[in-house]
């Protein structure tokens, strides 16, 4: 079996007890995501970051049609760890989402493709091509949504971010990993109970 095809095993989902006794660092240091390549017709592809490799997903984005927009071929392109996924952002910021069941995930997806489906009817202008949502099961066994943004979110470097949904409902940002210069990454874990951080990373760094 070849990396690109273990990839596509569908891991074994793990119970909600199981999942709300993962601490955040085990959560941080084993979860991977998955790069991969849509390749469009003619010349242009999509990028997306995905719990596990998909080549044949029923949607790209909450905003691509399937139907109109079908994409003819799919590569998958590294694995990566949440540190390992900053150095690859240039000019992005990913927060990743990890709920305690499948409803819980369901729920916050639903409840954000309507509030950006209600920005675009009631005139607002929002750069649907730069927001990207993928879903799944990851490779430990915990449901996860992958939010991509495409801009610089914390003092202009790229980052990654965990949102800890599992005791939460609206989440909390329990660990990001900061682009800086070079291949280093700044790593920070933040624990319960201390002051709320920004979980969408579009505020600038506390001081700044």
């Given at each position: ?13 793990l119970s909600e007890e199981e999942i709300r006794a993962l601490s955040v660092e085990d959560v941080?240091?084993r979860l991977r995501l998955v790069r991969t390549r849509y390749h469009m017709p003619d010349t ?40 390992e996924l900053v150095t690859e952002l240039e000019l992005a910021y990913i927060t990743v989402h ?111």
């Amino acid at each position: 079996m070849t990396p690109a095809e273990d990839t596509q095993v569908r891991p074994a989902r793990l119970s909600e007890e199981e999942i709300r006794a993962l601490s955040v660092e085990d959560v941080v240091s084993r979860l991977r995501l998955v790069r991969t390549r849509y390749h469009m017709p003619d010349t242009s592809a999509y990028v997306r970051y995905l719990p596990r490799f998909d080549p044949d997903p029923e949607d790209l984005s909450v905003k691509i049609d399937p139907y109109t927009e079908k994409h003819v071929s799919a590569d998958q392109t590294g694995e990566f760890s949440l540190a390992e996924l900053v150095t690859e952002l240039e000019l992005a910021y990913i927060t990743v989402h990890v709920f305690p069941n499948r409803p819980a995930r369901d729920y916050f997806i639903a409840g954000m493709d309507g509030v950006l489906r209600q920005v675009e009817f009631i005139g607002g202008q929002f750069e649907w091509s730069r927001l990207w949502l993928t879903t799944g099961t990851s490779n430990i066994g915990v449901p996860i949504a992958v939010f991509l943004g495409q801009r610089p979110a914390v003092n202009g470097r790229p980052s990654v971010s965990l949102i800890d949904h599992r005791f939460q409902v609206k989440g909390r940002m329990a660990y990001r990993a900061v682009g800086g210069s070079g291949q280093h990454v700044g790593e920070e874990f933040y624990p319960a109970g201390e002051a709320e951080h920004d979980i969408m990373n579009v505020a600038p760094e506390p001081g700044r």
